[in-house]
């Protein structure tokens, strides 16, 4: 049986233990009870259970963060006994500590290095408990290196690329023996000449087809149809605005995108609750500068080339697998096909470098990574940062391997699927839209340590992020023209000149979500960081319906209220109603500037503006770091008359690394208290109500 630790449900105004009978809130329009004396009191209490904060996976539950939040000094013992037991692998040794006097960590590393687990691992034997913490690559096949005093030592490469590496390369020298080196890879791409007339004769779609390096970057090519016969759709920006403010963690971006023009496809339409594929491209200047590092003359990057396959569904999303003949350009394949940043790199790629590299030192450190004896740095490299194959040129300056080759070994670029923050129907009936048809979403960028020693962008993220930039620039500019002759300007209008347009298409696979809308029962939406996104439409749908008005509760995990609290004042006239914000940051709100302050900043009888009583209750409110977890555990008579309705639902949607597993828990715990249930009867009920349709989890 797994190792689950009770928690036991708080006795509060919206929370009964006692009570089992599953029992319609008396006032549904009563906001969600603050649980900030409750959280103290219980931070407070030596026998209490513990925080939310440490769940096994739990780092910033709330917010999809990596960044692992400060939590309280009242950990015990269970919790080595329940991360050793998650591992697999028994305590040797249990140091008898105080729970008053030890601080818990606040996140939980299983293991920094590749011989860390082999320590674990010992005699291998225990490899099965470790798979979904491993590489996948065979670490535990690690051979020692050969020592030999006479050995020549290695020269290293002496660059910032390389430094960031951060390889383990002790005992290794030029003369060392290595055994079981990765065969070379095979060449399943090849570059062919191209005649002008042959185009016209051999491939007639290509007339129209521009290959000169503007086009390019806008344009995916016409072979990447995400589902034969349909292509890619290039849908015009129509408009986009950040979400959060400057000084939150994550930036996120609202895109509204006009599908008025999107081509019918089997009676397949956009829907409250679905997603879409978006196909983003390589950045142009990451892409620029692989191919001057791979020496790629300029004049060869934007010339059309047969190429040649030979078998697969490359370069096609998700084609048939079979042997290809089309054209393209080496700018092309790199900007739209291939996976230039955002996957680990593979043995056939260090193996591919190795073979080209002229430097002595660099063909042995590359070779040794495809070795046995270099597993342990090998798995170092998969399980840390990502690294670019830029870095990668970078870091080896005399390895240049051809880009036929190259294109062979790298991952193919796939779409990023975003679910749609509104209801299609209702966007359309947005005032002065003259019979437009809008779809919404909003993006969190997602961010990752680069060798540069700043910052890079994921490949969709970033690629949505520099089209937000554009858009709102243009608005600030022509804002700015605007006010200086004294006149005004619409929103939007300077933005859509500029003809941005994202490349997506509307996906065959549906959103869980969007398959479970159809009644009009009691529903609790469960939301972190973006993943509150998707209820947007949701709730602008719901409270149309009268019949639905006073059923709908949603719980938003962010980290500040006053920086990151997505479509905040955007869910309709019963928001504050409905919605109940956790916050997870416990510091002090940053002080309101001067002329940030809301419409609707009016003084009441204590003196205070709406600005001011804004800040003080959320200065007050974040004395205790709250999580979504804890809400649902404090809410748990909605959520178990939600469940129990014969209609009703409950959604989760939001990072699974940082809270699918603290709600997962959460609910278990509601159904122990409220049903009197044990542990394993408990999960059996939340996987009955998810097989009957009354529990989806949408986590990533």
């Given at each position: 049986?797994?190792?689950?630790r009770h928690?036991?449900?708080?006795n509060c105004?919206?929370?009964h233990?006692n009570?089992?009978?599953?029992?319609?809130p008396?006032?549904?329009?009563t906001?969600?009870?603050?649980?900030t004396?409750?959280?103290a009191?219980?931070?407070?209490?030596?026998?209490?259970?513990?925080?939310s904060?440490?769940?096994?996976s739990?780092?910033d539950?709330?917010?999809?963060?990596?960044?692992?939040?400060?939590t309280p000094?009242?950990g015990t013992?269970d919790d080595?006994?329940?991360?050793?037991e998650k591992?697999?692998?028994?305590?040797?040794?249990q140091?008898?500590?105080?729970?008053?006097t030890?601080?818990r960590r606040a996140?939980?590393?299983?293991?920094s290095?590749?011989?860390?687990?082999?320590?674990?691992l010992?005699?291998?034997?225990?490899?099965?408990?470790?798979?979904k913490?491993?590489?996948?690559?065979?670490?535990?096949?690690?051979e020692?290196?050969?020592?030999?005093?006479?050995d020549t030592g290695?020269?290293?490469?002496?660059?910032?690329a390389?430094?960031?590496?951060?390889?383990n390369?002790?005992?290794l020298?030029?003369?060392?023996e290595?055994?079981?080196?990765?065969?070379m890879p095979e060449?399943?791409?090849?570059?062919?000449?191209?005649?002008?007339?042959s185009?016209?004769?051999k491939f007639?779609?290509?007339?129209?087809?521009?290959h000169?390096?503007?086009h390019?970057q806008d344009?995916?090519?016409?072979?990447?149809k995400?589902?034969?016969p349909?292509?890619?759709?290039?849908?015009?920006?129509?408009?986009?605005?950040?979400?959060?403010?400057?000084?939150?963690?994550k930036r996120?971006?609202?895109f509204d995108?006009?599908?008025t023009?999107?081509?019918e496809?089997?009676g397949?339409?956009?829907?409250?609750g679905?997603?879409?594929g978006?196909?983003?491209?390589?950045d142009?200047a990451m892409?620029?500068?692989?191919?001057?590092q791979l020496?790629v003359p300029h004049f060869?990057?934007?010339?059309?080339v047969?190429?040649h396959?030979?078998?697969?569904?490359?370069?096609?999303?998700?084609?048939e697998e079979?042997?290809?003949?089309l054209?393209t350009?080496?700018?092309?394949?790199l900007?739209?096909?291939?996976?230039?940043?955002?996957t680990?790199?593979?043995?056939?790629?260090?193996r591919l470098?190795a073979e080209?590299?002229?430097?002595?030192n660099?063909?042995?450190?590359?070779?040794?990574l495809?070795?046995?004896?270099?597993?342990?740095?090998?798995?170092?490299?998969?399980?840390?940062?990502?690294?670019?194959?830029?870095?990668?040129?970078?870091?080896f300056?005399s390895s240049r391997?051809?880009l036929e080759a190259?294109?062979?070994v790298?991952?193919?670029?796939m779409p990023?699927?975003?679910?749609l923050?509104?209801?299609?129907?209702?966007?359309?009936?947005r005032?002065?839209?003259?019979g437009?048809?809008?779809?919404?979403?909003a993006?969190t960028?997602h961010?990752?340590?680069?060798?540069a020693g700043?910052?890079r962008?994921g490949?969709g993220?970033?690629f949505?992020?520099?089209?937000?930039?554009?858009?709102?620039?243009?608005?600030?500019?022509?804002q700015?023209a605007a006010?200086?002759?004294?006149s005004?300007?619409?929103p939007g209008?300077?933005?859509?000149?500029?003809?941005?347009?994202?490349?997506?298409?509307?996906g065959l696979?549906a959103?869980p979500?969007s398959?479970?809308?159809?009644?009009?029962g009691p529903m609790v939406l469960?939301?972190?960081g973006?993943?509150?996104?998707?209820?947007?439409?949701?709730i602008?749908?719901?409270l149309?319906?009268?019949?639905?008005a006073?059923?709908?509760?949603l719980?938003?995990?962010?980290?500040?209220?006053?920086?990151?609290?997505i479509y905040?004042g955007?869910?309709g006239?019963?928001?504050?109603?409905?919605?109940?914000?956790?916050q997870?940051?416990?510091?002090?709100p940053?002080?309101?500037?001067?002329?940030?302050?809301?419409e609707?900043a009016?003084t009441?009888s204590?003196?205070l503006?709406?600005?001011?009583?804004?800040?003080?209750?959320?200065?007050s409110?974040r004395?205790v770091?709250?999580?979504?977890?804890?809400?649902?555990?404090?809410?748990?008579?909605i959520?178990?008359?939600?469940?129990n309705?014969?209609?009703?639902?409950?959604?989760v949607?939001?990072?699974?690394k940082?809270?699918?597993?603290?709600?997962?828990?959460a609910l278990?715990?509601?159904a122990?208290?409220?049903?009197g249930?044990d542990?394993?009867t408990?999960?059996?009920f939340?996987?009955?109500?998810?097989?009957?349709?009354?529990?989806?989890?949408?986590?990533?």
């Amino acid at each position: 049986m797994a190792h689950h630790r009770h928690q036991s449900i708080p006795n509060c105004d919206s929370s009964h233990p006692n009570n089992p009978i599953p029992t319609e809130p008396k006032n549904p329009h009563t906001p969600f009870s603050s649980i900030t004396e409750d959280m103290a009191a219980q931070s407070r209490r030596p026998s209490s259970p513990r925080s939310s904060g440490e769940s096994l996976s739990l780092t910033d539950d709330t917010t999809d963060s990596e960044t692992p939040p400060s939590t309280p000094p009242n950990g015990t013992q269970d919790d080595v006994d329940e991360i050793t037991e998650k591992m697999g692998v028994l305590a040797q040794t249990q140091t008898q500590t105080s729970p008053t006097t030890r601080k818990r960590r606040a996140s939980t590393t299983y293991a920094s290095s590749s011989e860390e687990i082999k320590r674990l691992l010992g005699d291998g034997s225990g490899t099965k408990f470790l798979q979904k913490y491993c590489c996948g690559e065979g670490c535990c096949m690690l051979e020692k290196l050969p020592t030999h005093p006479e050995d020549t030592g290695i020269s290293m490469p002496d660059n910032a690329a390389f430094q960031f590496l951060n390889l383990n390369l002790k005992g290794l020298t030029l003369d060392t023996e290595l055994t079981k080196v990765v065969d070379m890879p095979e060449q399943k791409i090849k570059f062919g000449s191209l005649r002008r007339k042959s185009i016209s004769e051999k491939f007639p779609n290509e007339d129209e087809h521009e290959h000169d390096a503007a086009h390019v970057q806008d344009y995916p090519p016409e072979y990447m149809k995400p589902h034969p016969p349909y292509s890619i759709f290039n849908a015009p920006v129509y408009g986009a605005r950040e979400l959060t403010k400057p000084g939150a963690e994550k930036r996120t971006f609202h895109f509204d995108l006009d599908v008025t023009d999107y081509p019918e496809e089997g009676g397949v339409d956009f829907k409250v609750g679905g997603a879409v594929g978006v196909c983003p491209p390589n950045d142009p200047a990451m892409v620029e500068d692989v191919l001057d590092q791979l020496g790629v003359p300029h004049f060869q990057r934007d010339k059309p080339v047969r190429l040649h396959t030979t078998g697969g569904r490359w370069p096609t999303i998700w084609g048939e697998e079979e042997a290809r003949e089309l054209v393209t350009t080496r700018r092309e394949v790199l900007t739209w096909t291939v996976d230039i940043q955002s996957t680990p790199p593979i043995k056939p790629l260090f193996r591919l470098f190795a073979e080209h590299a002229t430097d002595t030192n660099e063909k042995k450190i590359l070779t040794y990574l495809c070795s046995a004896q270099g597993q342990a740095a090998f798995c170092d490299l998969r399980t840390g940062p990502h690294l670019t194959l830029q870095q990668l040129l970078l870091a080896f300056p005399s390895s240049r391997p051809p880009l036929e080759a190259l294109c062979g070994v790298l991952t193919q670029l796939m779409p990023r699927f975003y679910s749609l923050s509104n209801d299609p129907h209702v966007s359309s009936a947005r005032e002065g839209l003259a019979g437009r048809r809008l779809i919404e979403m909003a993006v969190t960028v997602h961010e990752t340590a680069a060798h540069a020693g700043s910052t890079r962008t994921g490949v969709g993220s970033g690629f949505l992020e520099r089209v937000a930039k554009k858009f709102i620039c243009a608005e600030q500019d022509a804002q700015d023209a605007a006010a200086r002759l004294g006149s005004t300007v619409a929103p939007g209008v300077a933005g859509r000149k500029l003809h941005l347009q994202i490349p997506m298409f509307r996906g065959l696979m549906a959103n869980p979500l969007s398959k479970e809308f159809a009644s009009d029962g009691p529903m609790v939406l469960i939301g972190a960081g973006v993943g509150m996104a998707p209820f947007r439409g949701f709730i602008l749908n719901r409270l149309k319906n009268a019949n639905c008005a006073n059923k709908i509760w949603l719980i938003q995990g962010i980290r500040d209220s006053m920086l990151d609290e997505i479509y905040r004042g955007e869910l309709g006239a019963h928001e504050k109603d409905i919605k109940k914000v956790v916050q997870s940051r416990a510091s002090a709100p940053p002080p309101v500037a001067e002329g940030d302050a809301p419409e609707d900043a009016d003084t009441d009888s204590t003196g205070l503006t709406g600005t001011a009583k804004l800040d003080a209750e959320s200065r007050s409110q974040r004395k205790v770091a709250k999580y979504v977890q804890d809400e649902v555990r404090l809410q748990a008579d909605i959520v178990w008359f939600v469940i129990n309705a014969v209609d009703g639902r409950i959604f989760v949607c939001g990072s699974t690394k940082g809270m699918g597993e603290g709600v997962e828990r959460a609910l278990v715990d509601v159904a122990m208290d409220k049903g009197g249930l044990d542990y394993e009867t408990a999960r059996q009920f939340w996987r009955d109500k998810e097989g009957g349709g009354q529990f989806i989890a949408e986590t990533w």
